[in-house]
């Protein structure tokens, strides 16, 4: 595959998912002519790297927008004051306390969208530290349509006076002993362990061991 053809594929896809997000998080009728408009652009795209029709990958666009053959991935902010009291924002939708957070988006790296997430949630600018632990939605209490694994960043941050976003209405830190009652789903099990990660210098992930699972043997040669 060519220079060329590897970066249209990659516009098209940044493209798409915006396009994808727009449509579903639209307010008016004038967004959503937007969105699609961002779809056709990146079904053009894509016609250009693969020399077919612009209709052609219209329709596998709008035929499968949400298709995904991998986990969603989610990205959180780990963010500690002096006092060690971690950083939570209070969610429009519902109420609920979490860490600053949410869905990737195609174009930025894990670490990327974690500070753009923190930003939008929380206004506030920093760097990523290291990876705090990579958690599953279904062993961590989460609820989800879709199968989430969320990447917890450490994230140092100069200025530690919180704004509200347009997606959240408060933000505040919170002792560990002093958490909020009513946490995301899922925030219960994380953030607590968040606290022990930050002090312990480990990176969580959910264990796993092959030794004695039924693994399929048509990958393998025949012996």
């Given amino acids: 595959m060519s220079d060329t053809r590897q970066a249209l594929y990659l516009i098209a896809d940044e493209l798409r998912g915006m396009a994808t997000i727009g449509k579903h998080f639209a307010g008016n009728v004038y967004e959503v002519e937007r969105a699609h408009r961002i779809m056709a ?10 020399d077919t029709s612009p209709a052609a990958a219209r329709d596998t666009f709008f035929a499968e927008p949400w298709f995904r053959a991998t986990p969603a991935l ?10 060690g009291a971690i950083l ?9 306390w979490t860490m600053p957070g949410g869905i990737a988006e195609i174009g930025q790296t894990p670490a990327e969208g974690v500070l753009r997430e923190l930003w939008e949630e929380a206004g506030l600018r920093g760097q990523v530290a290291r990876l705090l632990g990579l958690f599953d939605a279904r062993h961590s209490g ?15 941050c100069a200025d530690r006076s919180p704004t509200p976003g347009s997606e959240t209405l408060d933000a505040r830190f919170f002792p560990p002993d002093r958490l909020p009652p009513d946490l995301h789903y899922g925030q219960e099990t994380v953030v607590p362990r968040v606290f022990h990660l930050r002090q312990s210098g480990q990176t969580f992930f959910d264990p796993a061991a092959s030794y004695d699972a039924d693994l399929p043997p048509h990958q393998r040669p025949a012996e």
């Fill in 74 to 83: 989610g990205v959180e902010a780990a963010v500690f004051d002096p006092d």
């Fill in 142 to 156: 989460g609820r989800s349509k879709v199968h989430l694994v969320r990447l917890v960043f450490l994230v140092d």
């Fill in 88 to 96: 939570l924002v209070r969610r429009r939708d519902n109420g609920r």
């Fill in 41 to 50: 652009l990146a079904a053009r795209v894509a016609a250009l790297a693969d």
